[in-house]
């Protein structure tokens, strides 16, 4: 049976989710979720994601959220197709640690201060609500300190995680182009490593696929 | 070499660390790194934390951060050693069940508990003010997510649910001997604790030091944490981390 993807098409986590179906060649119905609808908070859906969210999949029965945990399941179970090494092998401890290192990172450092930034100049502009300046000024502080260590670490090294790709990286595309849309791409292209290093994820077929939204793929 | 963690005796994030430590039987000397005193921040420091906090491991010349990623690291090095599967990564869908329960300790927990107790507890300590609406806006936020673990935990000990490293009992023969109440005993699977549920402890158990009973006000929660804060691992550094050699 064919895996499913309960969605909305321009989710930052429901775009995690689908980047690494694409990275790992894996075919999937897209469901789309209507959040205007609240859909997500029926009955029918916290069956689901007990926590009123997207995205969940339902693998054959087997049914997951949270984006991060999906994509690494996609990234285990479909390990001998598409992209290779996406999570490294358990075998290998010290290049899993490093990995979860860079994971860890991903969120508190980096997805922490960028979602703030996403929540106050887009989404709550998009409902008519006025942005919190202070907040947003603190986020872009954090930032500009946050990602100058990313600059440091990626003269060091092609990819957070060492010098291979790895979900570390993909992970944060989705709020990386959000901080564009709102206007404060800078904080990636004033850093040359960092703005190589994120050009590069974007160009990425898997991100090209579903950058304009996410559709089904069987 | 004795592993070595750099840390502050109280940081919730080192205190993460030492208890993965304890659980599982790894002996390690803790050095102290005086943040009052800008340690962290120090040229030599950023060497090895680049984003100049606390903790850090140094595993016999392997340095590793991300107090998540450090107790992964030793769950998974000594997984034959002290408390089984903290980390189930030997099933893919057990593996997947603890990245779910992983992922909803940092998004839906230690998001608002962190902030909460942060704004009480640790902004003062810093000469900041604390912001009791703040802290109230949070708190509802996290009594929201604890109804969800309310639920969840209604209907399994741990909030990982299923991970056991057991076999799946082979299907009952038709000739089979074993009473009814035997093969209920092989298809019942134990529900073990995990690194998801470890990690909620250092900011749940601040959450009372910062003004809020949240963490007792709902009964399944109340049920697990309670288990939790009994473990010998937490009341080993609730006090501060220290040396186990």
Same mark, same amino acid.
Request: net charge positive.
């Given at each position: ?97 490093? &990995? ?74 989705? &709020? ?43 | ?10 940081? /919730? ?14 002996? +390690?000397? +803790? ?10 921040? =120090? ?39 002290? /408390? ?41 300590? @810093? ?52 009473? =009814? ?12 604790? /995990?690194?998801?549920?470890? +990690? ?8 009372? /030091?910062?003004?809020?009973?949240? @963490? ?30």
């Amino acid at each position: 049976m064919v895996l499913k993807l309960y969605a909305a098409p321009q989710s930052t986590a429901s775009l995690r989710v689908a980047q690494v179906l694409h990275e790992n060649n894996v075919p999937f119905e897209f469901i789309p979720i209507d959040l205007r609808a609240k859909e997500q908070k029926q009955a029918q859906h916290t069956e689901k994601n007990p926590f009123g969210q997207v995205p969940y999949i339902d693998d054959d029965g087997f049914v997951l959220y949270e984006s991060r945990a999906i994509g690494r399941y996609i990234a285990l179970k479909y390990a001998g197709q598409g992209t290779a090494g996406l999570i490294p092998d358990q075998s290998d401890i010290k290049a899993l640690a490093l &990995f979860e290192q860079a994971a860890s990172s991903e969120f508190a450092n980096f997805e922490v201060h960028a979602a703030k930034i996403a929540y106050e100049k887009l989404f709550k502009v998009r409902l008519g609500f006025p942005t919190n300046e202070e907040v947003v000024k603190g986020a872009i502080d954090q930032l500009n300190v946050k990602l100058d260590v990313y600059e440091g670490i990626l003269a060091k090294q092609g990819y957070l995680a060492g010098r291979e790709l790895t979900l570390a990286d993909l992970y944060h595309i989705p &709020f990386g182009t959000r901080l564009y849309r709102a206007g404060l791409g800078d904080l990636i292209d004033s850093r040359p490593n960092v703005a190589k290093w994120f050009n590069a994820l974007l160009a990425r077929p898997s991100w090209v696929a579903i950058k304009d939204g996410i559709t089904s793929t069987a | 070499m004795v592993l070595k963690l750099y840390g502050w005796p109280k940081s /919730t994030c080192t205190q993460r660390v030492g208890m993965a430590l304890i659980e599982k039987g790894v002996p +390690f000397e +803790f050095v102290m790194v005086d943040l009052f005193k800008g340690e962290s921040k =120090t040229p030599e420091y950023l060497q090895k934390q680049p984003f100049g906090q606390v903790p850090y491991i140094d595993d016999d010349g392997f340095t590793l951060y991300e107090s998540r990623a450090i107790a992964r690291y030793i769950a998974e090095k000594y997984a034959a050693k002290g /408390t089984p599967n903290l980390l189930p990564i030997a099933d893919v869908r057990a593996r997947a069940r603890f990245e779910q329960a992983a992922s909803v300790e940092v998004a839906d927990f230690d998001a608002f508990a962190g902030r909460a107790v942060f704004e009480m507890v640790f902004k003062p300590m @810093m000469g900041g003010k604390s912001d009791e609406a703040v802290f109230q806006d949070l708190i509802t936020s996290l009594s929201a997510k604890l109804d969800v673990y309310d639920k969840i935990l209604a209907k399994q000990k741990y909030m990982a649910g299923n991970v056991s490293l057991l076999p799946l009992p082979l299907p009952s023969h038709p000739s089979s001997s074993y009473s =009814t109440r035997n093969k209920r005993k092989l298809t019942k699977r134990p529900q073990e604790i /995990t690194l998801a549920d470890l +990690f909620h402890l250092p900011y749940g158990v601040l959450l009372s /030091t910062a003004g809020s009973d949240i @963490m007792q006000a709902k009964p399944n929660v109340k049920r697990w944490f309670d288990d939790l804060q009994s473990r010998p691992s937490w009341q080993a550094v609730k006090d501060g981390v220290k040396s186990t050699v």
